[in-house]
């Protein structure tokens, strides 16, 4: 279930691009951060580019990420990161990794989805569990992701 989600058209112009990317990336990192204290990231997988030819320069390629709480101990069970390219004007890194989790200690599980490559934003925050319990910190931390100033591009859950 969908609790915010957020997305722009294509960007008109670079100047708006390197400003509305450069606002979202900090909330979608911010919120990462956040929910990675409150809780446990279990699966990450994201590109992350270098274009030294378009501002803000930096790119975040269909990242997703998955988090879990309370917080556990995890395993890492599957890691495919690396480097993909490192040409001098364009770089891109792969972060890929699971962790194994128990399923029975969580009481709440959510994705994070961004991605602002291709001229344009798309970011999300889902519930992916049915009779879900999260605790208040981390429903305010993905409310402040999505602040009402952008109310005309946010959508909240129903």
């Keep these: ?12 112009s670079t100047q708006t691009q390197a400003e509305t990317v ?7 990192q911010q919120l990462a951060k956040v929910l990675g204290s409150l809780g446990t990231e ?3 997988e994201r590109i992350l580019e270098t274009d030294r030819d378009i501002a803000p320069y930096h790119f975040i390629r269909h ?10 101990e995890v395993t890492v069970s599957v890691d495919h ?6 040409s001098p004007a364009y770089g891109l890194v792969r972060e890929s990794r699971k ?20 001229s344009r934003i798309q ?12 605790p208040e910190a981390v429903s305010n931390a993905i ?3 999505f602040p009402r100033e952008d109310s005309d591009s946010v959508t909240p859950a129903t």
């Design 123 to 134: 970011f999300s925050v889902d519930n992916l569990m049915d009779n879900s319990e999260l």
């Design 81 to 86: 990161s690396g480097v993909i390219d490192t």
């Design 99 to 118: 962790s194994k989790y128990d399923e029975t200690k969580i009481t709440g599980h959510v994705r994070v989805n961004y991605d602002d490559a291709e």
């Design 63 to 72: 990242a997703t990420h998955e988090f879990v709480v309370p917080p556990q």
């Design 143 to 145: 409310d402040s992701a």
């Design 1 to 12: 279930m969908v609790i915010h989600e957020f997305s722009t058209n294509r960007f008109t």
């Design 42 to 44: 279990v699966m990450i």
């Design 22 to 28: 450069s606002r979202w990336q900090e909330r979608y």
